[in-house]
């Protein structure tokens, strides 16, 4: 009987403890985490507001996830872009990792993506995305990633490239020309991680 009793009252202890909301496990979002400055959530507003404070700047959008193989080999580049020439252009990330499925947060996939972006530094503004991928992809009329966005100075869409290994055939090429450069490149120390 006393072993019943010890068993009953251990389940219970147990179950008060697991209900007790203080000690729910909870994605760690970025105020939880030491990388304040690493990544913040948001949706397409929240690029929108990017691009128009950098006004006066060339404006890089890389819209990636990590499930997307190119998108990761190409971030580099945007990270180079970046670090080359920052008095002149503003480059931002745009994580669409989030597909809106019923067991999933925004912030599911941060222990998959906030790695990789500590790996590649934080010369540049990186947004999370809290709006499921399918409606990104239909607000901006793309249909897949990697995509890159490029505005001009006056914050107006320019090129909309939708397209794999783009930076070397055509981003270069056309923030160069934005510019008034005869070449632009990305390579930096980012490119070696």
């Known amino acids: ?30 105020e939880d985490s030491d990388t304040d400055a690493l990544f913040r959530m948001g949706d397409w507003a929240t690029v929108q507001e990017f691009i128009k404070t950098n006004e006066g700047k060339v404006v890089v959008v890389d ?7 190119p998108c990761m ?5 945007l990270i180079g872009l970046q670090e080359k020439y920052s008095d002149e252009i503003a480059c931002a990330s745009f994580n669409i990792n989030y597909a809106g499925l019923p067991d999933q947060t925004p912030e599911t ?16 503004d990186h947004i999370i ?3 499921n991928d399918e409606e990104i992809y239909a607000e901006l009329e793309i ?7 490029i505005y001009d100075k006056d914050g107006k869409l320019t090129n909309k490239v939708l397209e794999e290994n783009a930076y070397e055939s055509t981003i270069y090429p056309r923030v160069a020309e934005m510019l008034g450069q005869s070449q632009v490149t990305g390579e930096s120390d980012a490119q070696q991680n």
């Open 73 to 77: 080999k190409e971030f580099p580049r």
């Open 129 to 131: 995305s809290t709006v």
């Open 63 to 69: 819209i990636w996830s990590t499930y997307c193989a």
């Open 109 to 124: 996939d941060i222990e998959f993506i906030e790695p990789f972006l500590k790996r590649h530094g934080h010369s540049v």
């Open 1 to 30: 009987m006393s072993k019943v009793l010890t068993l009953l009252m251990l389940l219970t202890l147990l179950m008060i403890g697991c209900n007790n909301p203080s000690n729910s496990l909870e994605t760690p979002t970025v």
């Open 143 to 149: 249909y897949a990633i990697p995509a890159v966005l």
